[in-house]
C-alpha cells in the first residue's frame, strides 16, 4: 500500500491514492461480473438509451412534456452508466485498482451526482402523471414546457450544490491509515469512514444524501395516492384501467430503481471499518446491482412498452424502408436479361 503524502498545506493529510478493494477475494470474478456487465452496459444501456433519446429528439410528436420528461430520464442513465461502468472495469479487469485522490473525487461527484438526478426526475415524472389523471382538463395548462424545463433545471443545479459540499467536506478530513476503499467506486461512506480525525460532519452530510435520495419514493407514493382516490371516482372501471396503464412504465421504474438503491444507502448508516470482516461484500454487490439494473431497464420500458415510442420508431424506419425498396426496384431495372 503506498503510504499517505504530506500537501504543501500541513493542516491536512491526504493520500497520494486509494485503493479500490472490489471482490479482491472472489476468483475469476471478472468473467461472472465485469464482463456480463460491459457487453449489458453497450448493449442495452448505451445503444439503448441513446435510441430513445434519438427517436425522441428526431420526431416532432414526441417534443412534449412528458418526453422532456423521459429524455432528462435516459440522459442522466447514460451519463451514470458512462461515469460508473468504463472506470469499473479498467479498475477490476486491468487490475488498475489504485486511483489518484483527486480522481477519486471527481469520481464520486459524478457517480452521485446524476444518481440524485435520476431520482427526483422519476419524481417529476410521477407530477406528471399526477396532474393528466387527476387534473386531465388542466393538464395542458399546468404541464407547460418551461414549467417543466424549470423543474429539470432546479433538480440539476439543487443536486450539483449538494453533492459538491458532500465531496468538498471530504478536503477537511485526515488520511493518515489505511488507503483501502472497501467499495468498487470511490463511494462517500467508505472513503470518509478512512479518516482518522472527526468525521461527523461527513456522516451527517450522508445522512442529508441519503435522504435527497430516498424522499422522491414518499412523494411518489403520494402522487400515487393522489391517482388512486381519482381513478376510485372514475364510474367506468375500463376507463379507470386504461388511466392506470399509461402509469405502469413508470412504476415499474420506480421499483427497480429504488428498492436496491435506498437497500444500498442504508447500510451507509452501519457500515463497519475496513479492519472489521464479513460487511464488505453485501455493500459492494448491492452498489453493481443498484447502479447497473435500473440503466439496463429503463430504456426497454420506455421503447417497447409504449405505444408512442414504438411508432415512431416505425416512423424513422418507414422512409429507410423505402429508400432500401426503390434503390432495390432501380437496379433490377438496369440490370441485364
Known sequence: MSKAAILSNATFVYPVKFYLSGFSDVPHVQYFLYLPVFCLYIYMTVLGNGLLLSVI?????????KYMIVFNLALTDLCWSTALIPKLLDTF????RYIVYEACLSYMFFVWFFLGVQSWTLVIMAYDRCIAICFPLMYHSI???PAIVEMLLFVWVFIS???????????????CGSVVIKSFFCDHGPTFHLACNDNSVNYITALVIITTVSFPP???ALTYICIAIALSRIASGQEGLKALKTCTSHLIIVAIFFLPVIA???AVLRFSPPHQEG????????PILAHT??????????SLRTEEVLNSIRKLCKPIRMNDTTLSKKVTSVSPH
Open 279 to 286: 460487511e464488505g461484500e453485501p455493500r459492494i454487490i448491492n
Open 57 to 65: 429528439y428526431l420526431v416532432n410528436t414526441l417534443h412534449t412534456p
Open 161 to 175: 450544490c449538494l453533492i459538491t459540499c458532500m465531496v468538498g467536506f471530504l478536503n477537511c478530513l485526515f488520511f
Open 293 to 302: 439494473i435500473p440503466t439496463l431497464h429503463n430504456p426497454i420500458i420506455y
Open 143 to 145: 404541464v407547460t414546457k
Open 264 to 266: 444500498t444507502n442504508m
Open 218 to 220: 414518499i412523494l411518489i
Open 93 to 96: 479487469l486491468f487490475d488498475s
